[in-house]
T-cell receptor
Framework: KQEVTQIPAALSVPEGENLVLNCSFTDSAIYNLQWFRQDPGKGLTSLLLIQSSQREQTSGRLNASLDKSSGRSTLYIAASQPGDSATYLC????????????FGSGTRLSIRP | DAMVIQNPRYQVTQFGKPVTLSCSQTLNHNVMYWYQQKSSQAPKLLFHYYDKDFNNEADTPDNFQSRRPNTSFCFLDIRSPGLGDAAMYLCATKEVGSGANVLTFGAGSRLTVL
């Protein structure tokens, strides 16, 4: 059974720092991995999607990497800003079901001005 | 422009009083999902429709039901809400078979049960 874990559950860093959020999954048989951002009381906004054949994706200050063999993904945020404060969730789409996405419980990020 | 729209954004109901949440999409995606998310937890899949095919998760409570009358709309019916059903309900869509497999969410409907 696929499980997705995000550690730490919460992270606080000063503004301007570069930071890395971690996501691990137990079964490497995935189609893709997607990173989302969720602001308090809101829905999820897709940030980056990495297909299983890809190693990384970049969008602005965000860079996501994927290492299927080790079951790990990282989301790198450069030059963090207070507006980056949110919960970041990763989710995998397993081969076992092309319709069902499995989420981690997220990392709550706080950027201190 | 919002592509997955959920209504209402906030719903307050009384214990046992039925509630219907709606989701509409302009993306023409073939799969629509309903997730339940409680505070600081991962979204939990309740069920999904692949076109007209309904797929219920094994641990979805019996008082949760769903309807998808057409491609654009999907409804979540909670027949007899309990205090434990208070949560954020998230609708999402995806086009399976497109290659991209990007999951798109609505803004969510927050349910309060008194």
């Amino acid at each position: 059974k696929q499980e997705v874990t995000q550690i730490p559950a919460a992270l606080s860093v000063p503004e301007g720092e570069n930071l890395v959020l971690n996501c691990s999954f137990t079964d490497s048989a995935i189609y893709n991995l997607q990173w989302f951002r969720q602001d308090p009381g809101k829905g999820l906004t897709s940030l980056l999607l990495i297909q299983s054949s890809q190693r990384e994706q970049t969008s602005g200050r965000l860079n996501a990497s994927l290492d299927k063999s080790s079951g790990r993904s990282t989301l790198y945020i450069a030059a963090s800003q207070p507006g980056d404060s949110a919960t970041y969730l990763c989710a995998v789409l397993p081969y076992s079901s092309a319709s069902k996405i499995i989420f981690g419980s997220g990392t709550r990020l706080s950027i201190r001005p | 422009d919002a592509m997955v729209i959920q209504n209402p954004r906030y719903q307050v109901t009384q214990f046992g009083k039925p509630v219907t949440l709606s989701c509409s999409q302009t993306l023409n995606h073939n799969v629509m999902y309903w997730y339940q998310q409680k505070s600081s937890q991962a979204p939990k899949l309740l069920f999904h429709y692949y076109d007209k095919d309904f797929n219920n998760e094994a641990d979805t409570p019996d008082n949760f039901q769903s309807r998808r009358p057409n491609t654009s709309f999907c409804f979540l019916d909670i027949r007899s809400p309990g205090l434990g059903d208070a949560a954020m309900y998230l609708c999402a869509t995806k086009e399976v078979g497109s290659g991209a497999n990007v999951l798109t969410f609505g803004a969510g409907s927050r349910l309060t049960v008194l």
